[in-house]
Structures are given as C-alpha cells and as structure tokens.
C-alpha cells in the first residue's frame, strides 16, 4: 500500500519545465527554495503541459495542495496566429482538475524567446481571470525584448533573471511568505 509521501505534503506545487530548478541559480526556485521555503517544485527539461498534466493528476491521488503555480508552454509550441491548441487543452484539463480538487491555480506568464513565441498564450492567462505571475514584466525592457544581461542562451534566463522572476513570484504571490521551512 502506498502511504503519503511527505514531499507531496507542501501547500505549494509548482510545475513547470527547464526554467524549474532548486538546484542551479539560474532558475528561479532556487531562490525562493534557498530563502528557506516549502514547496514541491516538479521541474521537467524539455517537458509539455501533457506531461506535466498526467504527473499532477497521478500526484493527487496521494496529495492535495493549496496551491498550484503552473508555469508551461514554452515546450508545447509556439503560438502562431492563435493559441497553441495542445497547451490550451491541457490548460483547461488543469483548469477543471484545480476546480474540482479545490485547489487555487495560479499560473506563470510564459516568457517569449526568439525561438518560442508565447504571446497568444500570455494573453489568454492575463484574460483568464486567474492570479498569475507576470515573469514578463522583470524579464524584458518596454519593447518586449529580454532586459540585457537577463536571457542566456535565447530561452533561460540567466542567474540574474532568475532572481528577477524570483522577486517577481514574491511580489504576485506573497503568501508564498507564509510557507517557511521549520
């Protein structure tokens, strides 16, 4: 019989791609991680919302967050004269699972890059009437390129950014405070 795992016991989960990290500094958990707070950070290079989905639905049959931080997209493809169609089905499927678990969702804005154009995406999470985390909004300067210093490798951020998406993530979601390890 499986018993409760206590990694799944955090209040936060946060689910992501490459950009989802506790252990390099230049993702942004691992900041919030080394100011000593308590999350479950499920980071999958390369990873879908699909995957990420089919992870999320197996993680609650054991436990249940608070919380769900969803920050996917950059793997599903770019946007091109709407919203990718794989991310949105996932995206409503994670939607309805928040809902039906009474979990509140809140999702990450999904930076572009010159090789994944995200802004469909981005616009369909800033209409959703759900909270988010606008990553956008500290990674890239007034005319929507990423800020000097900030992007490494035209897709990751480098150290910098992420501490900058980091303060970001505290700034939107503050009751991350409250979760501090013991």
Not at 132 to 153: M, P, R, S, T
Request: proline share 4%; net charge positive; charged share 25%.
């Amino acid at each position: 019989m499986f018993t409760q795992n206590i990694l799944y016991s955090h209040e936060v989960w946060i689910f992501g791609d490459s950009y989802m990290s506790c252990a390099s500094p230049a993702r942004w958990p691992y900041w919030i991680y080394k100011d000593s707070l308590n999350f479950l950070c499920d980071g999958l290079p390369g990873g879908k919302s699909i995957h990420s989905y089919d992870f999320l639905r197996t993680a609650l049959t054991v436990s249940k967050p608070k919380y769900l931080v969803w920050c996917l997209g950059m793997n599903d493809g770019s946007d091109k004269y709407i919203t990718n169609v794989s991310w949105l089905i996932y995206t409503e499927k994670v939607k309805q699972l928040c809902k039906k678990n009474d979990i509140t969702l809140i999702f990450g804005i999904v930076p572009t890059c010159p090789k994944v154009f995200n802004k469909y995406k981005n616009e369909y999470i800033r209409k959703s009437g759900y909270r988010y985390v606008d990553f956008e909004k500290v990674l890239f300067d007034e005319n929507g390129n990423w800020k000097n210093g900030y992007c490494a490798d035209g897709v990751h951020p480098t150290e910098e950014g992420a501490k900058a998406m980091a303060e970001q993530f505290l700034k939107d979601f503050p009751e991350m405070l409250h979760y501090k390890k013991n």
